[in-house]
């Protein structure tokens, strides 16, 4: 008898900590909109035609790259443009003037690649032209890019220095043609 209860008992308790942990995962699942937050105190808000997107950046690995982003910023100069670029299951692309995917603001940033950083989804990370006219793969000066999907092909070729951490879904809607209608800078992510 005593067998059988002491049975009950851990397949109850069982039952409750595996319904537990389901639970905490799926809240989990439901904040975690992107990369996990690093707690930088270096942020993006970007408003666009789809909806906000929160940009944590990696001033630690790329300082040069964010601090040329953040001054853009503060300048306005991202504000009304496009994305010119979107490739389903691999980035959607903005940051050109010209919006054509050739344009930028007439300087480009000296290459910080970082082989511990990974493409991975919400990956933020600057374009740049080919190694065949680029061979010290310096950045473009304004364009960049958000992963759709992990790409580690990327991986060591391009200069990361941030990652979405809310918006993704809003990221996923994105079209060729969407704006940037606003971006601003802050020291805290959004509540």
Known sequence: MTGVIVGRLIKSTC????????AAATCM?????????????????????????VIEFYPA?????????????????????I????????????????????????????????????????TVATARLGDDVNPTRQSSGSQFYICLKPQPSLDA???????VIKGMDVV???????HMKKLTLASEPPK
């Not at 070729?157 to 990652?163: A, L, P």
Request: aromatic share 10%; proline share 6%.
């Open 157 to 163: 070729q391009y200069t990361i220095f941030g990652g």
């Open 83 to 122: 994305f010119h670029r979107v490739v389903p299951d691999f980035v959607v692309q903005g940051g050109d003037p010209d919006g054509t995917g050739m344009g930028g603001p007439g300087y480009t940033v000296p290459a910080e690649i970082d082989s511990s950083e990974h493409h991975l989804r919400s």
């Open 172 to 178: 996923d809607r994105i079209q060729k043609g969407d």
């Open 29 to 53: 699942a439901a904040n975690l909109d992107g990369v996990p937050v690093r707690n930088t105190g270096h942020y993006a808000i970007l408003d666009t035609d789809r909806g906000v997107i």
């Open 15 to 22: 039952l409750v900590l595996a319904a537990a942990f389901l």
């Open 61 to 81: 690995v790329a300082p040069k790259t964010v601090a040329n982003f953040e001054t853009l910023v503060k300048k306005g100069f991202y504000n009304g443009l």
